[in-house]
């Protein structure tokens, strides 16, 4: 079957494989793929900075955010042939830690999780995968190829749980969101503001185009300006874009007791002059949080599923700003002015 | 009556004057003061660079850290004459916020809120003051004047209940702990730590002398070299020093899942050189949570008061360094080196 795999740690050595197909093994779920999200996580593994294959293995099968159609399901797991399902990317270690063995897995204290397509599982960048059906998550036929966001949504899912688990330390009656960072996993933070009542603010560089219509239509503002100029406060940030100034900025500018979730993963390497002792004394005085969050469990993929399922579908739909064939998969890895989520498409014709 | 006065925004302007005393007024607490700890915002104050005066007043009583006798109590207050009471430094607006009226003050939305001795209201830095029953809380008498300690144990009570607040976001099992600063806040806090079970460890500038002794009677370790060196990741690290440098690295270096609870207020106006990018990604990848803890609430007093009752008497009149009489209060605005929690006196004779 084919498969997209790369040599990690080796930049572009991502290539469309010939592997043979997933031995059958008892009590797994047998899928054929139906489509892969293509994210900023994939792009740093292609160029080499990120990723490990699986042990005794040298190249990784790509791939985490999945869609697949179960060929085979093991009895009693909740699955059967036909259903939507969706594979968890994090598994915890045979010997899981405190977290991992609560089902908390995103929150893995050891570091000895393992994760498909980043860590040390192969991906789910081939056309058929397995997956114990405690990792496979059951997508309402309703989503459709749509459910190929139920990943980053549950990231997103994630991020809300805990930015409100956090804010309820004391009384939690936001009003106010700021999501800096208009791509995929910025629109479904949005989304999921709007889906919470609030009043939602998106930041991004793009000043016009589709990023600013998908805000208006959640009902949002729409910014392209600096934060310094936004002229309000936020008592939630959602932090989307990994930019080493925007995240030093959001986390000072915030409404007192404010939350900011980081959410977008940077690149080390830039010195940045930051007024540190201005940044702790207003975190203090202010009562602020500042929070990262990564990853997601159960929970948090069929929270993510739930949000989907409630949105605009449509809106939904526009997300998806380019589906490309399996075979031309190099087109899907490079990065097109406009783009907002790139899909692999595994079920189509070259 | 005698009173430690200030011209807010004007350096070294603090005085003892002679003031009339509080006129009486119906549902107030009449107490009257034993002692007064003096702490890095009185000496801020001091220094011009913060505090209020009252609404039509030039001057502000000083003081927050308050200890003294009931004189005279309201009926059903809960309090009597001759009882020990602390009184609660911040009070919400007459129109409060959403977290006010919760009793949350401590969490004060809008900023409304006064501060004894601090923020538009007078402080405790006199003879005899008064304070609705509301905002009194009750010592019990085991603590003696160790009470002062109150006000500093409710700052770390609250700083506590927050990290695990937060701590309990997910699955909440920490094990080691981290204090940076071993001042009166510092070593609370790790007493705090230590009653907890937590493995302790607290960092201080000093090399030696009672810092060390005092962390290491909580069954603690002492370090003085720089956070680098350690050797191991704090599950909780409680910031006390509010030195920039100190706050920027402890953000970045802690285990995952770590909470980084920012208590020191430090100054703003130095730049300082940050791996922004390395800090975002450290505390996403992570989960790590970085907050900012300031003031407290009657809950929070009254853990205090309990956290201080259950601690070793002894240990704790270590942690007063110096108690000056009321006449020589220049010498207690002093800092001296060795000092830990200085106190004014206002019982001893000159």
């Not at 869609?67 to 968890?88: F, H, M, Q, Y």
């Amino acid at each position: 079957m084919r498969a997209l795999t790369v040599l990690p740690g080796t930049a572009d050595s991502l290539q469309l494989d010939d592997i043979p197909d997933p031995p059958p093994r008892d009590g797994r779920v047998l899928v054929r793929a139906l489509a892969l999200g293509i994210c900023g996580t994939d792009r740093e593994i292609v160029s080499g900075e990120y990723g490990t294959a699986p042990p005794g293995e040298k190249r990784l099968v790509l791939g985490h955010e999945s869609l697949g159609r179960v060929e085979k399901a093991p009895p009693n797991s909740g699955l059967t042939e036909g259903d939507l399902v969706v594979g968890i990317v994090r598994q915890p270690d045979p010997v899981p830690c405190v977290n991992c063995a609560a089902g908390e897995w995103d929150m893995c204290r050891n570091g000895r999780y393992t994760e498909h397509g980043i860590k040390e599982r192969n991906g789910f960048g081939a056309e058929r995968w397995q997956i114990d059906p405690a990792f496979a998550v059951k997508v309402d036929p309703a989503l459709g190829d749509l459910g190929v966001l139920v990943e980053p949504a549950s990231i997103v899912a994630k991020a809300w749980e805990h930015t409100e688990r956090i804010g309820r330390r004391a009384v939690w009656e936001p009003r106010c969101v700021l999501v800096t960072g208009a791509g995929p996993i910025g629109l479904l933070a949005a989304l999921l503001a709007a889906q919470r009542g609030l009043e939602l603010h998106v930041l991004d560089r793009a000043t016009s185009g589709l990023k600013p219509a998908l805000v208006r239509a959640l009902g949002g503002t729409y910014h392209s300006g600096s934060i310094g100029e936004l002229g309000f406060e936020a008592d939630v940030v959602v932090e989307c874009t990994g930019a080493p100034q925007v995240v030093i900025e959001v986390m000072g500018r915030n409404a007192p007791n404010g939350i900011v979730c980081l959410a977008g993963v940077s690149a080390a390497g830039t010195q940045t002059l930051v007024d540190a002792g201005a940044l702790n004394r207003t975190i203090v005085l202010q009562n602020d949080v500042v929070f990262g969050s990564v990853n997601a469990n159960r929970r948090h993929y069929e929270a993510g599923v739930a949000a989907l399922l409630r949105a605009d579908q449509a809106w939904l739909r526009r997300l998806v700003t380019r589906r490309v064939p399996l075979s031309r998969w190099r087109e899907a890895l490079e990065p097109q002015p406009g783009d907002v989520k790139t899909v692999l498409d595994f079920t189509a014709a070259a």
